[in-house]
């Protein structure tokens, strides 16, 4: 049987142009609502296979009950779990916010650190869930590798890898410095709105002309 043909990967100035068309089209935003980093760290955590959607029903809640890591630890497990019961893992994740609270104030005077290393460091917090803080919360050129940018960046041909951490790391050597800000949120959306997993909508996909996956749709 004959070999599938590799997919060619986008060229330096193919990539600079996929980001300046996505730019047109797409606002670089977060769609979890929070108001501080606080906040956004825990719902990171609550998003974790749920919709931004249903996090947001619940922290707009959360954010008046518990303002702060202190806040939580009032609170308690029980009354937590009964708060984030509609969302997916609400047990575990009850445990790692009341966690992180607690480390946060042991460790970090309750606020939220601004490192990778000192995030990863709290229970319930990866490598995304950092990315995405470090990027949205404090405003560092991260690049946050969820399964939507994972398949968007492989799928169009911006990297060839096999894990998202492979991803992120072909992708912060791809990214224009220029757009590296916004670069996770470009993807993501895009991934959530038009480069959907089961059915992507190529026909209207503005940067189709440069997209290489070979089999994209027509309707």
């Keep these: 049987m004959a070999s599938r043909p590799t997919q060619r990967l986008l060229r330096p100035e193919e990539i600079e142009a996929f980001f300046a068309i996505l730019a047109e089209h797409i606002d670089p935003r977060c769609e979890l609502d929070w108001e501080t980093p606080f906040d ?6 609550l998003s974790a296979q749920c919709t931004d959607q249903k996090v947001n029903r619940v922290t707009a809640r959360l954010r008046r009950l518990c303002p702060a890591p202190a806040d939580y630890l009032a609170l308690g497990e029980a009354t937590l779990q009964a708060e984030i019961r509609s969302i997916g893992l609400f047990r575990n994740k009850s445990r790692a916010i009341l966690g992180l609270c607690r480390e946060l104030l042991e460790r970090h005077g309750g606020e939220v650190p601004r490192t990778r290393a000192e995030l990863e460091a709290l229970p319930g917090v990866g490598r995304k869930t950092a990315n995405v803080v470090l990027n949205v919360g404090f405003g560092q050129p991260t690049l946050a590798v969820d399964t939507h940018v994972f398949r968007v960046a492989n799928r169009c041909g911006l990297v060839r890898a ?19 800000l916004h670069a996770h949120h ?33 309707a």
């Design 40 to 45: 956004l760290l825990v719902a990171v955590v």
């Design 162 to 180: 096999a894990n998202p951490q492979e991803t992120e790391r072909q992708l912060l050597t791809k990214v224009p410095q220029g757009v590296m």
């Design 186 to 218: 470009y993807l993501i959306l895009h991934g959530r709105y038009t480069c959907k997993a089961r059915k992507p909508d190529c026909a209207v996909c503005p940067v189709a002309s440069l997209c290489t996956w070979p089999s994209k749709t027509t």
